[in-house]
């Protein structure tokens, strides 16, 4: 082996070779790029692999590595990262790309770059390796201009001689310096590089130091394909391993659009971007960057679809023709079906139909069927035909599937659509509306149901089904997916689309599923003037099992209004009909109604019973909807009387039973999910409260997806996660049109006192005042002494930045607070409503807050007894089972204890308080403890999850530990200086410090890195 000297570039050899060297290299090499942003996902296994043959390489032999993927899969990512690696631990790199030359590549270019690449960073390495390796100078860039050559014909050099040349440059720099050859993209090698390739893979043995890692497409590798071979027996060769990159599972998809885009999209956009993406990262990026937040886009990004359709191009005209065929029909298409639709003889198609399985475009589904390989494909090649191509193919498929009477009505539906035969699609979509409801996919039904009423000018004259019944079948599926509004919507329209002379009772029966829709969304004034109409057309003789349930819901929307009375006697009545109709479902909801009736005057062991009869009888006779309803009601009666872990119970039943029955975005299952989330904080199982306010891998509508998320909130908050304010747009949205959104966002507040940022934190609660005055159509809004609690608390940490003279200002603004929840306050104390638990404690709570304000203050200061017996009922009140609430007032009453000097006692609060607070991971409560200055050293905590720090916040914090900046911890990590500045706000507040080095010492002391 020959040697070589050092590696210093001194300016004067690097210029001389420049001159002598020159090549015009492909910009953007893996040795010139710097590791991007965002961390490399989903390809640890093959990251440690690769680490694995490079230190084999060193202490073993040479080692040698195909990497083979899909294009887009993340192999240039995953080689910048390694090549990284590399040069982090000593290794020269070496980078040469291959690049579709069509025919006439350069004879062993990618080898060229990466020795004309030492030219620049190495000119002293390779004016001695020149020297040594004579042959080697044809390789170099200068020799391969026009205009340098000028050499005679038989001044040639042999192939051998140049291989060994190579093979000795590597040695040569290996003695020096362990050595990485990068060959990128060897699907497009000329004939030379490839025998280069497998002269040096065959001839490592036995050297150390050298690694040569070469990647190609495995799809572009067709049965004629000059590397299939090759590749092949590379891999059989000693030394060399095949590394295979599959794509990325769906969580590291959206993991990775995690990491490129921080700010939250609706669960339905990554689910979407997931499936199409079928995990390449490339696919998944292009997507996500064309993605909006209501994004239901169909088209393909053009530079995805220009990179998808050059296999395509690469067809003949038979193979094509079949290509574009299949994709009309979607995915999937048997070949029956096919063979029907592209006019070739039988012995054509499969020709056609095996090259574009060879060209890795089609491949085959089961026995009798074919699919793409990936959806983009099948996406990408439909945008591609032309208008007329595209009309004349469904024609063909929907003529095809009538006469074969094979497929279903969706297909039908589909292909008749597209071909502009509007009567059938109208007939298709309406049965595939009702194929889709026999088997819970309400979502799709609606859809088709939609579509059929787009069409309903187009129905055929003799179509049984007028516009009035398709909207109404549209409004059940609408509500049984979640989508409330567009329910109300349809429910209107149904009763729109009915002629003047149709039958009173259809006009009754369509105004009653009006009225059910209306109510969801906080519309009992207009549901009630449904049902008010609804029963004037249906007389009370003969008794009927329609006015029955007419009857059921009147009471219903009288009780939601408050009207009792008038609830109770149509309550009744309709209970009375349904027993004489002999109507189950009637008599249940009107059972269900006078329960709630019950406990909403104050005899909540009558209540009780008769939900826990209604729901076994609905049970037994297996109706749905009032085994739902019954079961929701429980859970409420049980909560209302701070019986958390029963209402939790039946909360989480109802949500399993809707989504076993399919329909979990129904409104009993998701406001029974939003409530099972918010009992469980108030039990303190916070832990299973976020994972149920988690949609991740569901496809919730946009609706239940705002109203889980929000509920997600309140543990956010309690955990001091700042972050989730980044949810707040998308949720304020939500909050103008339903009320339980807007309610669950009130702990945005106290993030934003944690951020710093006060004064937002009341704009908000004062903008939800505003917005709920507005939703509930009344100014006594249920919510507002929770808001004026949250609000006092909220003033008085601004107290201590406000000097003295402008604390008054304060106490003003508290004091409209205090008078908004009084006026709630006395409203609720009428006789025939019976306030709940949480209700109740809200109230004491507000008046605690209220004596806290002007003490800090110091205005119409009260006294320190005052106070105290202020806190004791505080705590008290939520003592039903709110845990963090009866921590946070405990800390509070710990403050005025020491003020009174009572120090045993404030001690005793704040040892409680704080270990409800690290069991929780109650960054804010913690940080509030140490201000009181009662904190004191103890042991970490054994919950398993110290301080509740994420896996990334623990890396930061074990480099501030280490003195790193925030710029010194992105470089290492990999992340913006930005997310730094993010991760590190996240952690003081979690740790209750109040610098870097507290953090630091507490991290120190509690063992947390």
Known sequence: MGSVTALPR???????????????????????????????????????????????????????MLVVGDAGVGKTRLLIEASAQAADRGWLRMVGHCIDFGDAGLPYLPISEAFGALV????????????????????????????????????????????????????????????????????????????LLGFLFARLRGERGIAIIASYRSEDLHRRHPLRAVAAEWARLPGVTRLPLPPLTAEEIRTLIGDVRPVPLPEQVIERIIQRSGGNAFFAEQLLAAATDDDRSSSVPAELAD????????LSADARLAVRAAAVAGRRVPHELLAAVVELPPDALEAALREAVDAHLLEPRGSEAYGFRHALLAEAVYADLLPGERVRLHASYALALTRTATGSAAELSRHAHESHDLPMAFSASVRAGDEAMTVAAAEDAMRYYENALELAAHAPPETEFPASTVAAKAANAASVAGHVFRAVALGKQAVADLPADAPPQLRAELLLGKARYAMPVDSETDALESTDEAL??????????????????????????????????????????????ADPEAVAEASTTLAVLDQRTGDPVSAAEGLLAVRAEARERGNLIAELRSTYSLGGLYFELGELEKAVEAYEANA????????????????SRVLSVLTRYQMGDWDRSAAHASVVGESPSPLAEAMIKAAGLAVAAGRGEVAALELLPALRSWSLRETMVAVQTVPAADLFVCAGEPERA????????????????????????????????????????????????????????????????????????????????????????????????????????????????SIEGFSYGDRYEVARSQARLATVFRAAGRSAEAAELATSARETARELGAAPLLAELRALGTSRRVEAPTTGRPQNLTGREKEVLALLEQGRTNRQAAKELYISEKTVSVHVSNILAKLGASSRAEAASIARRDGLT
Not at 134 to 163: K, M, Y
Not at 180 to 187: F, S
Request: aromatic fraction near 6%; charged fraction near 25%.
């Open 120 to 195: 620049r960073d190495h000119p002293e390495l390779v004016e001695s390796l020149v020297a040594e390796f004579p042959p080697l100078a044809r390789l170099l860039p200068a020799h391969r201009r026009l205009v340098q050559q000028t050499a005679a014909f038989d001044d040639r050099v042999e192939r051998g001689a140049l291989f060994d040349a190579v093979l000795g440059a590597l040695e040569s720099i290996s003695a020096q310096q362990p050595v990485l050859l990068i060959v990128e993209d060897v699907h497009w090698a000329d004939q030379a590089t490839r025998d």
């Open 762 to 873: 009341l704009e908000h609660l004062d903008w939800l005042v505003l917005e709920l005055t507005g939703l509930w159509q009344t100014a006594l809004i249920p919510s507002q002494v929770r808001i004026s609690a949250i609000a006092l608390a909220t003033l008085s940490a601004m107290v201590s930045d406000r000097p003295q003279s402008g604390r008054p200002a304060l106490v003003e603004r508290g004091e409209a607070y205090l008078s908004a929840a009084w006026a709630v306050l006395a409203d609720q104390q009428k006789p025939e409503r019976k306030l709940g638990a949480e209700s109740r404690a809200w109230g004491l709570r507000v008046e605690a807050e209220w004596l806290r304000l002007r003490w800090l203050a110091g205005v119409q200061a009260p006294t320190l007894d005052e106070q105290i017996e202020g806190w004791q009922r």
């Open 536 to 581: 004037r057309l249906v007389p009370d003789d003969p008794p009927t099992a329609l006015r029955a349930r007419i009857a059921v819901v009147h009471a219903r929307c009288l009780m939601m209004l408050g009207r009792y009375a008038d609830a109770s006697r149509w309550g009744q009545e309709a209970l009375m009909l349904g027993t004489r109709v």
């Open 10 to 64: 001194p300016d004067a050899a690097r210029a001389t070779l420049e001159k002598q060297y020159t090549l015009s290299e492909v910009d953007g090499t893996i040795a010139d790029m710097a590791r991007p942003l965002t961390p490399l996902v989903g390809r640890n296994d093959e990251l440690a692999t690769m680490q694995s043959l490079l230190q084999e390489s060193v202490s073993d032999s040479a080692r040698a």
């Open 656 to 671: 399993a039973r809707a989504q076993q029955a399919g329909r979990p975005w129904s409104s009993y299952a998701i406001e």
């Open 307 to 314: 990179l998808l359709l050059v296999r395509l191009d690469r």
